[in-house]
């Protein structure tokens, strides 16, 4: 497998705002500590906390006035404002993959390249929801994920940014709820910017649900003088959704000033928590793009998704019925952020071919998934010109080092003779 890059930006500047924030008004202490149910958290001390965010017209970080594209300015509610927390737009480059069926194409989006700590494709939805939160006058977000959630992170990042302080409820294994949940991947990130862990095991999450668990942490931080703004699992509701509304502005934007003008017909991503399928696929409707998206869920149901993601289009108002907008096809495999044998080889064979890392949970699954069925349907994608979405999550591969190890060689001790002489070079250490 062979890649070729196609760069599909139209501008040929690039701005660099520098940033310099001044924290003389608050005077931080971070001190971990295990509460009465060992549950591991972060405590911030802060003199003000009130939430202040940074505000450059047009930068980084920048509250930025909102405007839809006008071919969704019929929805509703519009969001007023945004905060500017990614690096868009992303790029979009061509995979030249072995074996498609005649004149197929597969290209892919780059929006794990959305930011570093913030990458991923809860940066487009957070860029709204945080915005809402701030007009809210919210001091604290609490959102609720996975032990390795990529969302999760996220948001605990870009509330940093903003000097807002984050709860995170994650879910984890039964054993291991009571126990330090140590810094790997995520979960060092999240810990690292101050956020404040709360777990609870796979079996409570079950019985309680994530709505509920995060309402009882709401009504303990009001209860302590505290204003918390709930985001939900994945950042997935009708206002997370306009991030992919926008996104396929984006997308059509660079269509338009590509070499040759590509059109894609179908559009594949990975789904979690849906609004990232909802967002696209009304965008794709409503806008000139017009491609067919796909969607691949790496857990729950199709049936699922379709009622969850319905009711997201319908608090927009949106007046489409999803099933005739979008094919979401079942792609989890043994599991929510399980990986097989055969997913993590294709995950390693993409990496070594292509430099592009796919990550096990979200972007693997649904890749894996999408060659499956080309091969197994060609008829189907014949002719097609595919943009495959990378929504991020490189971070949850640290957590499949044990499995990842069996697959991955590449090292040996370097072999030379005990006479040859010493040769000084640059950045000399010994």
Known sequence: MSLSLLSLYCSSAYIVVSLAASASSARVARHPFRNKKAKYVSLVLMEDREAKPIDLVGGFLAKKPYSPPSWASHLNPIPSHIYSLGHFPTPIHKLSVPNLPSDTEIWIKRDDLSGMQLSGNKVRKLEFLLADAVAHGADCVITVGGIQSNHCRATAVAARYLNIDCYLILRTSKILVDRDPGLTGNLLVERLVGAKVELVSKEEYASIGSVALADLLKERLISEGRKPYVIPVGGSNSLGSWGYIEAIREIEQQTKCSFGGVHFDDIVVACGSGGTIAGLALGSTLSNLQSKVHAFSVCDDPDYFYNYCQGLLDGLQAGVDLHDIVNIQDAKGLGYAISNAEELQFVKDVAAETGVILDPV?????????????????????????????????????????????????????????????????????
């Open 362 to 430: 979200y972007s693997g699954k649904a890749a894996y998934a999408l060659l499956k069925d080309i091969d197994a349907n060609p008829t189907k994608w014949k002719g097609r010109k595919i943009l495959f979405i990378h929504t991020g999550g490189l971070l949850g591969l640290f957590d499949k080092t044990e499995q990842l190890a069996s697959i991955i060689g590449n090292w040996r001790k370097m072999e030379f003779g005990e006479s040859i002489p010493r040769k000084d070079g640059i950045g000399k250490m010994f």
